[in-house]
T-cell receptor, first 115, second 110 residues
């Protein structure tokens, strides 16, 4: 079946602009995670959804970052007033349920470059 | 907070050689994941270990979790160019999110 998909694959924007990154999880997966990966680093947790609600947003760096999952499937990560430091690969993952034993399947990521 | 340290940071091996990558946790591991990442692609799930002493294999890749559940190793036998990439270990956090090491970059010379 289809895996996790993310769009766009690449996004170049100017400092101060607003961007939206989209994630389509595997069908039927209730848990959805967003991570951010900087060059030479492992992915860092941003936010987690169980169904439609953000169960844990403790990884969001500041209030410029916001994510939604209105119907419990597709999720959008929104970044306001982008800064050069926001440049990174944004990864989305989904799992069947939210337990440490459930494998998370990752999408290909969105490469964001803020000029 | 839990931290994962991977060693080595990078590795260059001749095709056909064996190699081992290590992942050490600052706290007891309750679930340890190994992923592989290639440039332009997302993370590909390799294996998940939960029990102390557990060992799993897939094709030429074997992963182990030590008895104390604070260290895992990934061993590749008879490496091939297709094994090249970045190997990441991830520990399951209390909320289900994963905490990752910085990765080990593997290059295989033909």
């Amino acid at each position: 079946g289809a895996g996790v998909s993310q769009t766009p694959s690449n996004k170049v924007t100017e400092k101060g602009k607003y961007v939206e990154l989209r994630c389509d999880p595997i069908s039927g997966h209730t848990a959805l995670y967003w991570y951010r990966q900087s060059l030479g680093q492992g992915p860092e947790f941003l936010i987690y959804f169980q169904g439609t609600g953000a169960a844990d947003d403790s990884g969001l760096p500041n209030d410029r970052f916001f994510a939604v999952r209105p119907e419990g499937s597709v999720s959008t990560l929104k970044i306001q007033r982008t800064e050069r430091g926001d440049s990174a690969v944004y990864l989305c993952a989904s799992s069947l349920y939210r337990t440490p034993q459930e494998t998370q399947y990752f999408g290909p990521g969105t490469r964001l470059l803020v000029l | 907070s839990q931290e994962l340290e991977q060693s080595p940071q990078s590795l260059i091996v001749q095709e056909g050689k064996n190699l081992t990558i290590n992942c050490t946790s600052s706290k007891t591991l309750y679930g340890l994941y190994w992923y592989k990442q290639k440039y332009g692609e997302g993370l590909i799930f390799l294996m998940m270990l939960q029990k102390g002493g557990e060992e799993k294999s897939h094709e030429k890749i074997t992963a182990k979790l030590d008895e104390k559940k604070q260290q895992s190793s990934l061993h590749i036998t008879a490496s091939q160019p297709s094994h090249a990439g970045i190997y990441l270990c991830g520990a399951a956090g209390s909320q289900g999110n994963l905490i990752f090491g910085k990765g080990t970059k593997l290059s295989v010379k033909p």
